[in-house]
């Protein structure tokens, strides 16, 4: 690991504003992606702002409907509270779906959002990767890609985002709330806050430099049933081949995204409608332009009968 | 000479090979700025960790994890370093009640905090009962990753009493059940390699007063 300075921030406009002025410097919550990574020396940081100290933890009602998360609410806390759980329970399935328990205790919500990708040529640092070493090429494209990318991906990235915390998300049409070194607040819609590599895989969000997410808003329940299926390579502790998030009212509409197959939580709203039809007819729209590698031609499959799985499961 | 060997610890051993290596690399470019002393010192800063009850104030490099601060600063060697990537669980501690993987937290993170280890969970005079059970149903071969197992299994059987929900919980909106599905779903983040987990279902279930 590269040294670095550390310092605790005061406040949340404190810590953009150090964020954006400290060359080198990244925040730091759980800690648990962006320290894996520092001992690879895949993330360098020179400066670390420690915004542990910030509250920023409560889940809070918000005016008119619907549920405020707090940046650093850990996974645990968000998957067990009563709420999410009576509320949102794709949400809760998704958490507890994801890591470790112990990985759960330490990981916040932002940082769930912001973790980097499992690609394994990303962590291999004698491999050319465009998002860790930009121009430098991608080794996953006609590389070992069970796990990776089929849609939403470029001839620069195959990567594809980690996080079943997102996927619920998306289907839940959350924001992602922030501060910006000048102490502006926006809301960026989930949808909008993962970006597609295109030529520049580095880019993951649409975060500027020193801006911090300071909580997620959820919007008010809609009901439904609410599922997350997902599928890997052993039943606990593995990333997913492919997982779906969805909730879906009795008259069988509702919305579905995809984890597992993008760059992103993978949702098409054109899909969403066309629940009442079937796996079939939501797979294809979902997959329209799917850009599958050989080794990962599967995932197009797999998700389809995993949908049908949750649409027979939402009927019985 | 059986004697006299027996008087050196692994650890000894361990510490001699160690510092050989320290010399030997002190010869390669890649310690210029340890050479060039105290103005390229890597970033060290002050932290009070309460490990056991107790309170102990550390001068530490920035980089240092939990997990090196406990073993290497405050000399508590139950803690295990396996992977050293959050992947094995070995390094799982008790910090203000929760378990996390002490490998991927910076000790410097966790001012004023209470940091609960294998030590300070019981002693081999008064084992802690989850300790007993693990000995009472062999939950162990080699041994490397019974600390973190044994942090992780008592911290399990609070997270269901607390009604913290898993991946197995049938129903999300209702309290888990107190069963061997809950527990070995939970304790997933904990790799033995000798493949004692029967063994650690049976200890973790008998603790909990539930049949295995």
Redesign the interface.
């Known amino acids: 690991?590269r040294?670095?300075?550390?310092e605790r921030a005061k406040s949340a406009q404190d810590a953009a504003v150090k964020a954006a002025t400290t060359p080198g410097a990244r925040f730091?919550a759980?800690?648990?992606n962006l320290?894996?990574l520092m001992?690879l020396e895949i993330e360098t940081p020179t400066h670390?702002i420690?915004v542990?100290g910030l509250g920023m933890d409560r889940i809070e009602p918000i005016d008119g409907g619907g549920l405020r998360i707090g940046a650093l609410v850990r996974n645990?806390d968000l998957?067990?509270d009563a709420r999410v759980?009576?509320d949102y329970?794709v949400l809760?399935?998704a958490l507890?779906?994801g890591?470790?328990?112990?990985?759960r205790?330490?990981a916040t919500t932002a940082g769930n959002l912001l973790q980097r990708t499992r690609c394994p040529y990303f962590y291999d640092v004698n491999m050319p990767c465009n998002k860790r070493k930009p121009g430098s090429g991608c080794a996953a494209i006609g590389g070992f890609s069970r796990q990776l990318g089929v849609i939403g991906t470029s001839d620069a990235c195959i990567a594809t985002h980690p996080s079943d915390m997102a996927v619920a998300m998306r289907v839940l049409d959350a924001s992602v709330e922030t501060i910006r070194p000048d102490g502006t607040t926006r809301a960026i819609p989930i949808a909008d806050f993962h970006t597609l590599p295109g030529q520049t895989p580095h880019v993951e969000t649409a975060l500027e430099k020193g801006e911090m997410i300071i909580s997620v808003a959820l919007p008010k329940p809609r009901g439904g049933t609410h599922i997350y299926r997902k599928v890997r390579d052993r039943?606990?502790?593995a990333f997913a081949l492919v997982s779906v998030a969805a909730v879906i009212g009795k008259d069988g509409k509702g919305a579905v995204a995809l984890g597992g197959v993008a760059p992103k939580p993978w949702r098409v709203e054109g899909a969403d409608a066309l629940l009442p039809n079937g796996s079939k007819a939501v797979a294809d729209r979902l997959f329209a332009g799917a850009a599958p590698r050989e080794d990962n031609a599967f995932k197009l499959t797999l998700a389809q009968r995993t949908i049908a799985a949750v649409l027979a499961e939402a009927k019985a | 000479m059986t004697e006299g060997y027996g008087a050196i610890s692994r650890r000894d051993v361990l510490k001699t090979s160690a510092a050989g290596a320290a010399i030997a690399g002190s010869l390669g470019p890649g310690n210029v700025a340890m050479a060039q002393g105290q103005a390229d010192a890597p970033p060290h800063a002050a932290v009070t960790l309460k490990v056991n009850g107790e309170s102990t104030r550390l001068e530490l490099d920035t980089r240092t994890t939990l997990l090196d601060a406990l073993r290497e600063h405050v000399k508590l060697t139950g803690t295990k370093k396996g992977c050293d990537h959050g992947q094995c669980g070995a390094c799982t501690v008790i910090v203000n009640g929760r378990r996390i993987n002490s490998c991927l937290t910076l000790a410097v993170m966790h001012e004023g905090d209470e940091v609960t280890t294998i030590e300070g969970l019981g002693s081999p005079d008064n084992l802690h009962p989850m300790q007993a059970a693990f000995v009472e149903h062999d939950g162990y071969q080699c041994g490397y990753c019974t600390p973190g197992q044994i942090c992780s299994a008592v911290a399990v059987l609070e997270e269901i009493r607390a009604g913290v929900p898993s991946h197995v919980t049938a129903d999300v909106s209702k309290p888990s059940p107190m069963t061997t599905t809950e527990m070995r779903e939970r304790m997933s983040g904990n790799i033995c390699r000798c493949g004692a987990y029967s063994n650690i279902a049976e200890a973790m279930a008998q603790v909990a007063g539930v049949k295995a």
Do not use: C, E, H, W
């Open positions: 690991m040294p670095f300075t550390y730091i759980g800690g648990t320290l894996d001992k670390l420690d542990n645990t998957a067990a759980r009576k329970g809760t399935r507890v779906a890591a470790s328990g112990q990985l205790n330490k039943a606990s502790y």
